[in-house]
């Protein structure tokens, strides 16, 4: 009989899990990264220290999305501002890169590359 060993998901690093590629926002602040249009590219070392991170699936065209969005980035630069807590990786369902990084752009948080396998 094949027995399959379980993974220690505890003990596995984020890039083991999700990769080693993101694009952060360029700012000293959460609320200047919340309007900067300057971007990065940073490693899974990026996100050393914070204790939780959250997926965003989310998309231009999505109006619940944009409804949420205020809330959410509200939440987010409170609750990081003074130590980064909690950190988003924004995983996009647009089509476009135009529609994907004009919605990014609203946002403080981490992005996986537009047309990246991992979406």
């Given at each position: 009989m094949?027995?399959?060993?379980?993974?220690?998901v505890l003990n596995l690093k984020l890039?083991?899990?999700i990769g080693n590629k993101f694009i952060a926002k360029?700012?000293?602040?959460?609320?200047e990264r919340e309007?900067?249009?300057a971007t990065e590219e940073?490693?899974?070392?990026?996100?050393?220290?914070?204790?939780?991170?959250?997926?965003?699936?989310?998309?231009?065209?999505?109006?619940?999305?944009?409804?949420?969005?205020?809330?959410l980035r509200n939440f987010y630069s409170d609750i990081n501002l003074d130590e980064r807590l909690f950190e988003i990786i924004l995983v996009t369902s647009d089509t476009k890169k135009e529609k994907w990084l004009e919605h990014y752009n609203t946002m403080p948080w981490t992005t996986l590359p537009f047309g990246d396998s991992r979406i």
């Amino acid at each position: 009989m094949f027995r399959v060993q379980p993974k220690d998901v505890l003990n596995l690093k984020l890039s083991e899990v999700i990769g080693n590629k993101f694009i952060a926002k360029k700012g000293a602040s959460e609320r200047e990264r919340e309007i900067s249009t300057a971007t990065e590219e940073v490693t899974a070392d990026y996100f050393e220290g914070t204790r939780c991170i959250g997926l965003l699936f989310s998309a231009s065209w999505s109006a619940p999305c944009h409804t949420m969005l205020k809330l959410l980035r509200n939440f987010y630069s409170d609750i990081n501002l003074d130590e980064r807590l909690f950190e988003i990786i924004l995983v996009t369902s647009d089509t476009k890169k135009e529609k994907w990084l004009e919605h990014y752009n609203t946002m403080p948080w981490t992005t996986l590359p537009f047309g990246d396998s991992r979406i």
